[in-house]
């Protein structure tokens, strides 16, 4: 095998892993492919993939978000907790995210400007976040969320047969690939996770790069702007998915 067949064949080793599991599994279990099956694994995955997808830019740059998943269920707390006192679905929704986008700048903040390594900020962070979830819920489940069938719809519907949650996981992934790969932000986000030396004498203002992929808002910027309004909007869609699934 030449060495571009073995890069390639590298450059493919997740896909490839992926699909000899599924045959594993599918001589394993004769149910394992069937439609109904496969349509509960698209919907599980989603919420996770969707997550993934937000990662890649901070693990692009060089570096990782342990606190992800303690500002996903901080702010679904705080969105469920504000749909049982009574606060309109979307808007808890709009403030989730807001509290998600929050949390978020402050890893960026710390890690750009305070010089943190971004491994102990996030590990910071994320027993900060986690143990403010378990005072805002006071360890116990929030219930009694609202019956409103398109917010429901969206975590548990279908669509042409379907899940809702995974037509919104392909479209996001269709839409962050369109980012990094034609995009002046993908081109930058790549740049500094080569080389953040190279990346400044370029000209790239490396910070702002970084509070971005921690999803930080960043101003004087317009083009990042409408980037992060989409990813904003990439958050939103998680935190329903979460709540609507349970």
Known sequence: MDSKALQYVKKLGPLIGLILLFIIISVMNDSFLEFSNLRNLLRQVSINAIIAFGMTFVILTGGIDLSVGSILALSSAVMANLIVTGTDPVLAIVLAAGAGL????????VITYGRVAPFIATLATMTIYRGATLVFTDGNPISGLTQDPLFHGFGQGDIAGLPVPAITMFLAFIALWFVLSRTSLGRKTYAVGGSEKVSYIAGIKIDRVKIF???????????????????????????????SNT
């Open 102 to 109: 929050v949390l978020g700048g402050i890893n960026g903040l």
């Open 213 to 243: 992929v921690m999803q930080a808002l960043i101003r004087n910027s317009h083009k990042i702007q409408y980037i992060q309004l989409f990813l904003v909007s990439i958050r939103m869609l998680v935190y329903i998915l979460f709540i």
